[in-house]
């Protein structure tokens, strides 16, 4: 069960690299590069300047803003999981229970995990929206999204990985 553990820490170690990716983002606003996130709280506010002058792209903008606050369901979800692992760990009968709360409580953190990059991934369809709005109808364009991030990055490290489903009635 340990080497388990162990395993499961090794393969989640690459995606600390979406922390550091989100903190660096920048657009290009009149040939000159802009933070996209000035802090940690409130992602997109680098572009709330420009943003603003545009309804439809602040009603964007606000949305996408709306969407990075923590949820108490992954908070919950996330709580829920690692007090299974913790459970199962410490739990001194071998056997059925210790195991299965110990798997359960990883399977619940990985879950949650999930969750909650293909949320935060769906997510930024808002900010993406926002710039296109006020790129419609106002100027200095934005520039913001992959052929920044190549430009910038050319070396192409990192890992991209997230969940989607499109529902159609």
């Not at 992602?43 to 949305?63: I, M």
């Not at 798997?103 to 929206?129: C, D, H, Q």
Request: charged share 25%.
């Amino acid at each position: 069960m340990r080497k388990f553990i162990g395993y499961l820490f090794i393969a989640l170690l690459p995606f600390t690299s979406f922390a550091q990716e989100t903190c660096s983002r920048v657009a290009i606003v009149n040939y000159q590069e802009v933070l996209v996130d000035t802090n940690s709280t409130q992602k997109g506010e680098g572009l709330r300047f420009h943003l603003e002058k545009d309804e439809v792209a602040k009603k964007y903008l606000d949305q996408y803003q709306d969407g990075t606050k923590t949820r108490w369901q992954n908070a919950a979800l996330g709580t829920l999981g690692t007090t299974m692992l913790i459970g199962g760990l410490v739990n001194k009968n071998e056997g059925f229970t210790k195991n299965s709360l110990a798997i359960g409580g990883v399977a619940l953190i990985v879950v949650n995990f999930l969750m909650a990059k293909t949320y935060e991934r769906s997510n930024e369809k808002n900010l993406a929206r926002a710039i296109e709005e006020y790129n419609k109808r106002n100027l200095p364009r934005i520039y913001f999204g992959p052929e920044v991030e190549n430009q910038r990055n050319s070396d192409g490290e990192g890992y991209k990985f997230f969940l989607n489903k499109e529902w159609s009635f």
